[in-house]
């Protein structure tokens, strides 16, 4: 464990402890945040976690990431093993729908397989709140005639609840002083509009199943405050949860805790990432993900007509890179306007989450990938350079040469290290490898064998996700019919 990761996760067990008598309905509140939106205002923390003098502010120290998973689990099973609960007795799950809980667009299973797995009659699309006007996607998850239930409509007035829990938090942070969390000026404001948001999910989560048979929660994430209490309320009644892995597991921050029955994961460099935290087999599977299962599926534009709206020129190399705003923008620079002193190639940008980026302006080969779907994009490219991103690993199981423009990070997992040399940090490297990717065939054969090596690990050819996650969800909704 380096000094970032040892402050980082140090810092989340003095939270819990500081504030774990903030209890409504015998949840302790903390153990539902979303820890790292609470300090994502705090420069002070941001430009602090690497230095070795952090902890010294600090009352409590872990040492392994372990730590942390282990409280979260002793937490979790105290609630499934709870008696005599503050909610109702047992959710009854008899006839029990499927329910999808997506948080902050994450959760993306394309239209078909909705279609062909989750059946409107067994289906229930679980949102906050309801629209004005029903888009045909909300969240990610297409929802056209699958019905869907709102939690606002079970919503109670708990207002003096709310305001007892701030004023129990206000008298815990008068009792700090120079705290480098408690005592920034943006901390209370977060913090309180999630306990806001957790005792009123509570209620509605807790009235929801009481009138609702459920036999299985998938989730997109359960970081966020909003599906954590949803799954830890689910956890007290006895509901199994799914957590889908939205992405790679490239910064851990993003993965830790866990907190579902089961995660479903892409393969086993996931599994034995869990495993180093304590997780048992059980709680841990290889599902791959159901948006993946349409990478081999014909582009839904032609690769002319996307040349023709792109304005690309003809009989150029198309290489697709892939940006996330501003994160290594200078490095991005370098790398673009080494290959367009060639002018051997038309570079298309990918960012997320905008259509035009501010790199298509350095030159006129450069071009936005405008409204484009990602996986036509990769189609329709002969190369791919990405970030440290999923959109790398999609690119190699649709068969294309993906280089990895890396900036380590000390809490980054190593996720594409098994890449060896298609991994670099200098631009000037990766722009090299592309140029000779195209003339030498031995080093194409090279690369073209890494990308195969890593997908055997990486995601490894079964039968579809698709497949496989109603395979799990029929599982756990049986073993909870038989045990009643």
């Known amino acids: 464990m380096n000094t970032t990761s040892r402050n980082y996760w140090s810092l989340y067990v003095e939270f819990l402890e500081v504030f774990k008598d903030l ?3 015998g949840f302790s509140i903390p153990y539902l945040c979303h820890f790292r939106s609470l300090n994502h205002e705090n420069k002070y923390i941001w430009d602090h976690l690497s230095s070795e003098e952090f902890i010294k502010s600090l009352s409590h120290e872990v040492r392994d990431q372990k730590t942390l998973q282990q409280i979260f689990n002793t937490y979790k099973q105290s609630h ?9 007795n047992k959710a009854s799950h008899t006839n029990g729908k499927v329910v999808l809980y997506d948080a902050y667009n994450l959760i993306r299973f394309p239209k078909e397989i909705i279609t062909k797995h989750f059946s409107p009659t067994s289906t229930i699309f679980l949102q906050d709140y309801k629209l004005n006007e029903k888009p045909k996607v909300i969240k990610g998850i297409p929802v056209e005639g699958i019905p869907s239930h709102y939690l606002e409509e079970y919503s109670a007035n708990v207002s003096s609840n709310i305001q007892i829990l701030k004023d129990k938090a206000d008298k815990i942070i008068s009792t ?12 209370k404001k977060y913090f309180y509009m999630q306990i806001e948001g957790i005792v009123n999910r509570i209620e509605e989560a807790n009235r929801y199943f009481r009138k609702n ?17 949803i799954a830890m309320v689910a956890a007290e009644l006895g509901i199994p949860t799914i957590c889908m892995q939205h992405g790679i597991i490239g910064d851990e921050r993003g993965y830790m805790p866990k907190i579902a029955d089961v995660d479903a994961v892409y393969s086993n460099f996931e599994i034995n990432w869990f495993k180093q935290l304590d ?14 299962d349409t990478i081999h599926q014909d582009p839904s534009v032609s690769k002319n007509e996307l040349e023709k709206q792109l304005a690309l020129k003809e009989n150029k190399k198309t290489i697709l890179i892939i940006v996330r705003g501003k994160i290594q923008i200078e490095k991005w620079e370098k790398l673009i306007k080494i290959l367009d002193k060639t002018g051997d190639y038309n570079i298309v940008i990918k960012d997320y989450p905008y259509l035009t980026h501010q790199l298509t302006a350095i030159s006129p080969n450069l071009y936005p990938s405008k409204h484009f779907q990602l996986y036509d994009l990769i189609h329709h490219s002969d190369l791919v350079v990405s970030y440290i991103s ?22 980054y997992t190593g996720y594409f290290d098994s890449l060896g040399e298609l991994v670099q940090s200098d631009p000037l490297i990766i722009s090299k490898m592309i140029n000779n990717y195209f003339i030498d065939e031995k080093f194409k054969e090279l690369v073209e064998e890494k990308r195969e090596a890593f997908l055997s690990q990486a995601y490894p050819a079964a039968k579809p996700s698709g497949d496989r996650l109603v395979d799990l969800v029929n599982r756990l909704a049986k073993s909870i019919r038989d045990s009643h």
């Open 23 to 25: 209890n409504y309905k």
């Open 80 to 88: 499934i093993n709870r008696k005599t609960s503050k909610l109702f």
């Open 176 to 187: 700090y002083t120079g705290h480098p969390m408690f005592n920034n000026e943006t901390f």
């Open 213 to 229: 048979p459920v036999s299985c929660i998938i989730f997109s994430s359960t970081h966020y405050y909003q599906c954590r209490t």
């Open 279 to 292: 997780i048992s087999d059980q709680a841990l599977e290889v599902i791959g993900h159901p948006r993946f």
């Open 390 to 411: 999923t959109v790398g690993l999609e690119a190699m199981i649709a068969k294309k040469p993906v280089f990895v423009l890396s900036t380590p990070f000390p809490t």
